[in-house]
């Protein structure tokens, strides 16, 4: 069983980039589709990004689409979010947790979550002068 833990949250100034990692501390990463999520104070809980379980293809919000960069390295059994240009409107609570994956040649990840599947407990992500 998963189960993930972030981390590389901070305050950062706008303009300014962060990296974000998502590990498991049960089962290893490997063959699983990772999502981020986000969830700013008083709205509601924001896909951002996924990656499919053998790196090959990623999709990622409107919002962050050209800023944030996903990423894996299954046998560092990490998955990274890199962002970039943050905007102080990016400031929120970010979740890495397990996603559906599409069994298409090759496979194509969602940025729907599993039903009852693995969450990390979040980092704090700040974006503020």
């Known amino acids: 069983q998963l189960q993930l833990v972030e981390s590389g949250g901070g305050l950062v100034q706008p303009g300014g980039s962060l990296r974000l990692s998502c590990t498991s501390s049960g089962d290893a990463l490997d063959y699983h589709t990772i999502g981020w999520f986000r969830q700013a104070p008083g709205k509601e809980r924001e896909e951002v990004s996924c990656?499919?379980?053998?790196?090959?293809?990623?999709n990622y919000a409107d919002s962050v689409k050209g800023r944030f960069t996903m990423s894996r390295d299954n046998a560092k059994n990490t998955v990274s979010l890199q962002m970039n240009s943050l905007k102080p409107e990016d400031t929120a609570v970010y979740y890495c947790a397990e996603v559906l994956e599409l069994t298409t040649i090759p496979p194509r990840c969602t940025m729907r979550a599993v039903p009852n599947g693995s969450w990390g407990q979040g980092t704090q992500v700040t974006v503020s002068s």
């Open positions: 990656i499919s379980s053998e790196g090959g293809d990623s």
